[in-house]
């Protein structure tokens, strides 16, 4: 079955240190590829997209991502976070084809110490 | 600015009743979703609509139902409450192309079945 898979469930962070957060996905075609984000009491937001080109991509607040597609991997990546990064944040997965399959991972949990 | 608004931002019903969930979107997008959120398990699918009256089943559609009478709006229904249906729900929307992925989500309802 597809899957996405966060490894991390809570990380914890001092400020100004560098992040990466994994994910793994688990689907054999062509995908598109997503970060959200949701900060302590706000609604869900799409943080940065991968959708085709270039493998690495920028989104808001400085974040960025890489698809390694021979690793099946979209890892998050911000070089040095700040208090209000902190959130929950969740990888999801398309295939491209496919209209009907929205595949979250079951989130990571970011705490950065002031 | 984009909007998915959700009827109650909390909600206390006791097991029996019937609970109805509203959410709203301005966005004239096609697909509606809903999600329930659940500490370490992510988001995961209850019911998608792709179109007025259409529906499809998503992850976990057992104890629900829903209705999409018109575009803007799709609720989700709670036939008998259960204290196993105690969660966040979440409501979103996104349009009909191969950025499906790309989903706008409404504040949640977080709902207590006592």
């Known amino acids: 079955a597809q899957s996405v898979s966060q490894h991390n469930h809570h990380v914890i962070l001092s400020e100004a240190a560098s992040l990466e957060l994994g994910c793994n996905y688990s689907y054999g075609g062509t995908v598109n590829l997503f970060w959200y984000v949701q900060y302590p009491g706000q609604h869900l937001q799409l943080l940065l997209k991968?959708?085709?080109?270039?493998?690495l991509v920028k989104g808001i607040k400085g974040f960025e991502a890489e698809f390694i597609k021979s690793k099946f991997s979209f890892n998050l990546r911000k070089p040095s976070v700040q208090w209000s990064d902190t959130a929950e944040y969740f990888c999801?997965?398309?295939?491209?084809?496919?209209?009907?399959?929205?595949?979250f991972g079951s989130g990571t949990r970011l705490s950065i110490r002031p | 600015d984009v909007k998915v608004t959700q009827s109650s931002r909390y909600l206390v019903k006791r097991t029996g009743e019937k609970v109805f969930l509203e959410c709203v979107q301005d966005m004239d997008h096609e697909n509606m979703f809903w999600y329930r959120q659940d500490p370490g398990l992510g988001l995961r699918l209850i019911y998608f609509s792709y179109d007025v009256k259409m529906k499809e089943k998503g992850d976990i559609p057992e104890g629900y139902s829903v209705s999409r009478e018109k575009k803007e709006r799709f609720s989700l229904i709670l036939e008998s409450a259960s204290t196993n249906q105690t969660s966040m729900y979440l409501c979103?929307?996104?349009?009909?192309?191969?950025?499906?992925?790309?989903?706008?989500f409404g504040p949640g309802t977080r709902l207590t079945v006592t």
């Open positions: 979103a929307s996104s349009a009909p192309t191969v950025t499906l992925g790309e989903q706008y």
């Open positions: 991968y959708f085709s080109g270039d493998p």
């Open positions: 999801a997965v398309t295939p491209y084809s496919s209209a009907s399959k929205i595949i």
